[in-house]
């Protein structure tokens, strides 16, 4: 009688028990993912991943911030007021170690990056037209970003083609431990990757492109790779690495064949000002776009320059007086309050977009066009190219007639002119092995000099690689710990 | 009788048989021998003859009281075996009707001694009870509905009684546990109300996953923390009032917790609400109000004033080699000569108020009782804008249906609304405003309003806001409002055997509203901002459980208490999260997002959990001698990998009450002596929701078009961290309970631990989180009630309690240190979690003013640039106090008493997180500490301040030992002068009880580092943050029962 009313009670227990136990019940999934596998198995799957590749280049430490600011600041086209926001003081110092936030998430972004483009290329979906285009536009991403991390974190090609470059992965591999490939294996996938990008790629600027059984159309602004913004990143890849034929090969295709061209000096200043993705093939070949509910805020890049936000980062004296009265570029650094204000990126206060951030443009390739003509001896198309920038910035340029070593300066200054403030400028010096006059401060002047052979020149290996990765440990770059 | 006894043992009556059958087993009563049917009839005639008995009732009343000879108010007075019974009113006495042949009363009150006294003689009873805790007749609350009384538990627990925790100037009931329960350590890191509670108990044994205790409220386990997704801090726990609380119990060693299984690693609090008791109606209402004021705010930290900041601005300068007509020119650009000089201390604190209000009534006749409540609670805190409000309601039923069946309702419900600023390094920090604002900043403009100039020297153009144009036109609200409750129903099947289920829910609604004004602030350049996160968390949880108890032997030695159950909970949670920004310029300004242009955010997401489990647990008593006990558990949840989805937990406990032996029975001076111990298995479930899977995630939008990367590096064997605890413990108590004493040794293994494992950055992860870490917390815990002094007018108890704990990591990843990017600790295997890692400072060079540093740990090189200097473990010195606990006083003398607690904290070091920028010239544009004017200034100068520099280099305010202070600390955490209105008052302005008191809190601290800028109190990590400042009250108090 007992045991009849006590086991009735445990069996009423475990019924009950065991009916609302079933496996679904925990098996709970997240509201905003999808398991790896099966991510990425359509068309409009890899639409959607790469959208994923574009916004995470966008990151602070890649073009959304570090990256432009990193090339005017660690050469002498800015410094870092006296009065701040603490970001980047170690850039404007030349003080930078292995555990240096900015310079390590360069490294941890880049790889980011690399990481979605591999899943676009590594997909298999079946080629189509459509498909095609997004596994070229994941090309050049990687292969871009292969070209940060060799720049930013191993010796100039130019210096030293056998120098230790960064690891390769091609292919997501969640424990392996690379150390580092060689330079030459760097750069030559960074080669082959814009030659697959160049030949996949069919959908140039200003088309659309739309995924079947879909309502998505893509129009191809200057916000996604195409096949000529490719092929200007291999000109200045080439031209990183010396070789000078390949660069002008290069440039000179994008510049015939591309269709985009240099922005007028009438409408220059309305070009900057404007924050939107263009289709109608002018100066902009790639750039990284931002808008108003996708952007880094108080992070971004415009940011940092207006002095609506930080205003942290001014010109320096001698690269405003680089521009003579009559040049329109001139007029996007404002004297005020002491200082020389950056007004390249003014869409701070703009409620509708923000500025994005130029990767590539037509002024650049031909600029590279004019460089290259004149390393192999070609002086008067170095000229032409030269002065077709030049005299359209400033109407009352005569233009230049140089020629030999001083040629070579012109045509450098003019880079420094151009694309001041777009991070470019140190790299400049670096292929060119260069020595930098960095400003520290002005009011008194206070310069850090950093010739060839000095060190820090190059990024350390972050302490969080080689901390986790013993195959790397030994190879870490000469002077830092 | 004969046909009575034929009746009930005719095989034909099963029902009836059963229950013969059955109580001749139970009707062995100690020493006292009768025969079975004589018993028998006897107890059937009584209850068969309760009618007639009820007319031969007799009234008896008497008072309750505890030691001290103070009323004991809603004690339970009980004829023993039966339902009849009242509770007691405020002042501890109470009427009852008895049936005549009622034998004795139990006494009783949780927190107190059980008191059994026969009533066969007299009408009057006036019955003290023991109020000590850690005597053997307390009742113990553990897990799962189970209570005995403290002399047969095996495990270790610390009740705090609710009379303790009401009407207390403290916002949540886990701010009030420290220095009261050994073994828990709850320090405080900001004073805004209604903040999130750090507690350790036993230790840190988690880095990465959550380290807090799992809180049950009458069986429903809760939600619990800090849920906000805007606010800087919030507490869901801040929405119980603390005067609904019968008693709070903390569940520490694994035989307590091991019930818990999977979530019980890191202690369990076990909070009881009140219920009705029966009886006449009971009235009582608390008032309590007052005012608030900052506590502790050190000398050193003072900001300076327009003078001292001028001098030694122009003193950086001049060291730095400027010239005199630039130091002139920029001087005057600082303010030099206009006259200003902005006290932003004083702006920006104030006075508060701190108000509470509570209404209560509870009674009951036989079947049914209730407890109802409502109450109001204000305060606000030193700094402007941080404020918390609180309504609150509780409603508790009981009913028994039948002597079978009694189920029952709690609902609690309460509304508050809080304004939380910012903390930290964010410009809008008020706090962090009075730090780093120029003296010569003006906070007006000479027509009277808020100047919001951003350039010039005496403008805001250093990045912080003027604090008082942000308090007046930005707004940081979180309302919450929180429904809980549970149903419960019992059914006894056979008297020993209990069937119950319990279903709770827990509901918390968050309403958070951030606006950030167009004109000055953080939303300047985007014409303001308003951003909302509306979030709802629902949690349902079902427990049902068989209890049975029986005797298996014949001499009923041995008695056997067994528990089996299931319980299953699922939480769900959906946030929306808005935002919008360009509002119109409009005076007054329109706050609310309605009215903004661009549309940012308003999105909607959603996170959920479940799990599911059998518990079992089975105590064997002999004789109340020696006591077995064990448990298990298996749980499931969906937070474990499929890999590693279910676990099992178990605990085994004993005791031995050695004072029952014969050798020692008869020796007086021991009251009890209990000597037990315990070994079990628990885990720490605080993980993600999702964490385990490999997923491509969405969100990472291009050119607003849906875009999503590869986000999420998951594992698929994550699961729980596991606890291993021993404890062995002793129970004792001396001289009739007039000294007690509870001690217990622990060692708690932590495994399993979640460790971001590092991977190589080419992965495109920087690390996969894994179970792989281990750390070691043992240690002891005392406590110590003494009534030294007991005469019929006065008397005085002593509560003391030590705790002392010893954290150690014994196993990372590899085996290889871990060096924290944002706090400068290390995790270095047999050091303690939080050690402490930097430069180690010397002190100032005489000769030259250059701050000096070790250039290593052998200390035979001194440089004067921290740059050469290289890190080293500061061994001794960690967050982790060595010793910690409480030490209360309570004098009483007729109807006046004094009660004193202070809290202490000993062998911890604190930090300040942000002297980077106040101290020493390397940001010489903020405002510096007052502990700047003992910088050195020519040679011969001995002072620890180096000589200050212009924009130095030497990296003397980058962290080194120089910035690493004491914590230890004595603190008078409450201070309560209070007068009860003695009897003869009361009766003729019919009242039953009236106290009044003044109480204080945080009066008094006493620190040991006399270079500390901060409050000792910062939390389990030590670095002080700009938080609002920790508050000190000052109220005055009125009880009144009616």
Redesign the interface.
Known sequence: ??SF??YF??G???I??FS??KKD????????????ET??TTEADLY?????????M?SVNLYGRTLPIKGDLMADNTFIK??N??RYLDFN?YNINS?N?NANGV??SA??V???AN?VINSTVASNANVNQFKGEAYASRALMYFELARNFATPYTVNPDALGV?I?VK???????ARNSLKEVYKLIVDDLNQAYTLMTFGLGTSLSIPNTS?V?SN?S?YFTKYAAKALLAKVYMTMGDWDNAKAAALDVVTNSGVTVVTNANFAAYWKNPT?RTDKVETLFEV?S????NNG?NSLY?FY?P??YGDAVSTTNLYNTYTATDVRKALIVPS?GYLVVQKYPN??N??DKDDTKILRISDVILILAETHARTSDEPNALIRLNQIAKNRDASFAGFSSSGSQLITDIVNERRKELAFEGDRFFDLLRLNLPIAKVRGENPTVLINVPVTDYRRIFPI?Q??T???PN?RSQQNPGYL | MRRLHNFLSSPDNILIRYFYDRLRINIHIRNKTMTMRKFLLLMLCSLLMTAELMAQNRTITGKITDEKGNGVPNASVVVKGTNIGTTTSIDGTFSLAIPSNARSLVVSYVGMSDREVSVTSGSIYNVQLSAASGNMEEIVVTGYGTAQKRKNSTASSTTVGGKELENRPQTSVDQMLGGKVPGLFAPSFTGQPGANQQIRIRGIGSISAGANPLFVVDGVILNTGDLSRLTTTSNTLAGINANDIEAVTVLKDAQATALYGSRGANGVILITTKSGRAGKTKFRADVEVGYTNYANVPDAARPLNADEWLMLYEEGLKNAGFSQATIDASLVSYGKGAGINTDWFDLVTRQGQQQQYNLSASGGEGKTTFYLSGGYFKQEASIKGSDFERYSAAANFKHAASSKLTFGLNLNGNYSKQNTPFNGGLFANPTGNIAFLRPTVNAYNADGTLNIARTGNTNFNQGNYNPLYIIENNKYLLGNTQIRGSVNAEYAILQNLKLSERFGIDYINLNEYQFDNPYHGDARTVGGRGQSSDSRLFNWISTTQLNYNFYPDQEKNFKVDALLGYEAQKSKSQSVDARAEGFPATSPLLPYSTVASSVINGRLGASDYDFASIISTAQINYRNRFVLSGSFRRDGSSRFSENNRFGNFWSVGGAWNIDKEDFLSSVELISGLKLRGSYGTTGNANITNYGWRTTFGYGANYNSTPGGTFNTVGNEDLTWENNKQLDIGIDAGFFKGRLSLIADYYRRVSDGLLFAEPLSLTSGFPSITRNIGEVENKGYEITLNATPIRTKEFSWDISFNLSHNKNSVTKLPGGKDIIDAVNPFILRQGFPINQYYGREYVGVDQSNGDPLWYKDSTHTTIVNDRAQATREVLKGKSTNPKYFGGLSNTFSYRGFSVVADFIYNYGNYISDGWIFYLIDGVDPVQNKYALNLKRWQKPGDVTDVPRYVYQSTNGSSSFSTRFLYKGDFIRLRNITVGYSVPNKVLNSINLSSANFYVRGTNLWTKTYDKNLTVDPEQGVTAQSNLDVYLSKTVTVGLNLGF
């Not at chain 1, 019940?25 to 790896?36: E, H, R, V």
């Open positions: 009688m007992k009313k006590i009670a445990i009423a227990l475990m009950t028990a609302s136990c019940f925990f098996d709970l999934k997240p509201y905003n993912a999808l398991p790896l991510a990425l959607t991943a790469m959208n994923g590749v574009y916004a995470s966008r006296p009065s926001s603490g110092q555990a936030t490294w941890t790889y980011v690399i990481k979605n899943l690891p992965v997501y591999n969640r424990d392996s431990l690379p998505i893509r602004n916000s993705p776009s808008d108003i509910t996708n108080t940011n207006d609506n936000g309050g701070i206060l409620a509708a972050p969080a690689e901390d986790a990765n790397i």
